[in-house]
């Protein structure tokens, strides 16, 4: 399996504050992805990333942004947190091939 | 809009029967397909993946199917094991992207 890490684990945040969840992989993937996953929904494309400060909108993109300086690490930002955005959060890593592997996820709760 | 749909929710099934799960795409640029099994507080792993020149690829208990003029898929286990419980997602994507487009899970309990 690909080494990928997510932190925090879990994460519970007032209304209109920001938050950063971190991707770390250690397989020198090119690609990375932030997804979301909602009862109902599947999982949904927040952002992707197709190298070193390439960065592209996924499906539900509104009130997030990313960051990815190195290869190895992604961040995801909520500028101002909202109640909607309460959910669980993976990230993903993956080169030229055609799977995607998954990190263990992040429970954030929007209070 | 969803482009990957996977109409049942949820699926009971007994230990040693088979299992048979549906996917429905409508997006006729998608020409690789994937399936993912998550376990609760845990991240989807990659489970089998079939490619539009085929319409079967077999791993052990699992096989996929593919029919590409009903732009459905669907996975068999067989025979279901009580470690299958978990939800599936099916995935799909075209050649010239490197984005997945998920439907959104079947739950799969395999009663003893």
């Known amino acids: 399996d690909a080494g990928i890490t997510q932190s925090p684990r879990h994460k519970v945040t007032e209304t209109g504050t920001p938050v950063t969840l971190r991707c770390h992989q250690t397989?020198?993937?090119?690609?990375m992805y932030w997804y979301r996953q909602d009862p109902g929904h599947g999982l949904r494309l927040i952002h992707y990333s197709y190298g070193v400060k390439d960065t592209d909108k996924g499906e539900v993109s509104d009130g997030y942004s990313v960051s990815r300086s190195k290869t190895e690490d992604f961040l995801l930002t909520l500028e101002s947190a909202t109640s909607s955005q309460t959910s669980v959060y993976f990230c993903a890593s993956g080169d030229n091939s055609y799977e995607q592997y998954f990190g263990p996820g992040t429970r954030l709760t929007v209070t | 809009d969803q482009q990957v749909k996977q109409n049942s929710p949820s699926l009971s099934v007994q230990e040693g029967r088979i299992s048979i799960l549906n996917c429905d795409y409508t997006?006729?640029?998608?020409?690789?397909f994937l399936w993912y099994k998550k376990y609760p507080a845990e991240g989807p792993t990659f489970l089998i993946s079939?490619?539009?020149?085929?319409d079967k690829n077999e791993d052990g208990r699992f096989t996929v199917f593919l029919n590409k003029s009903a732009k459905h898929l669907s996975l068999h286990i067989v025979p279901s094991q009580p470690g299958d419980s978990a939800v599936y997602f099916c995935a799909a994507r075209s050649s010239n992207d490197y984005k997945l487009s998920f439907g959104a899970g079947t739950t799969v309990t395999v009663r003893a």
């Open positions: 397989e020198n993937h090119r690609y």
């Open positions: 997006n006729s640029m998608f020409d690789y």
């Open positions: 079939i490619s539009s020149i085929k």
